[in-house]
């Protein structure tokens, strides 16, 4: 089972990454329209790219002082 810490802090870090990748992709949207205004076509799709392409997230065991994962 696990502690209520850990899921507390699991909790905050998934609202951040939210945040982060929904920022990220704003800026990146700003830049796209951007290159649209600019008539950068190439500078455009390569962002275009970045965000329709479908990557794989790798999930890693977050480690204590003594070197056991956490549960």
Same mark, same amino acid.
């Given at each position: 089972?696990?502690?209520?810490? *850990?899921?507390?802090?699991?909790? #905050?870090? @998934? =609202?951040?990454? =939210?945040?982060?990748?929904? #920022?990220? $992709? !704003?800026?990146?949207?700003?830049? $796209?329209?951007?290159? $649209? =205004? @600019?008539?950068?076509?190439?500078?455009?799709?390569?962002?275009?790219?970045? +965000?329709? %392409? %479908? @990557?794989?997230? +790798?999930? *890693?065991?977050?480690? !204590?002082?003594?070197?056991?994962? +956490?549960?």
């Amino acid at each position: 089972m696990k502690s209520k810490e *850990y899921v507390d802090l699991y909790k #905050k870090v @998934r =609202r951040e990454v =939210r945040g982060d990748k929904e #920022k990220w $992709m !704003d800026e990146t949207m700003q830049g $796209m329209e951007e290159d $649209m =205004r @600019r008539h950068q076509q190439e500078d455009f799709f390569t962002k275009m790219k970045q +965000l329709t %392409n %479908n @990557r794989v997230t +790798l999930a *890693y065991t977050i480690i !204590d002082e003594t070197g056991q994962p +956490l549960q």
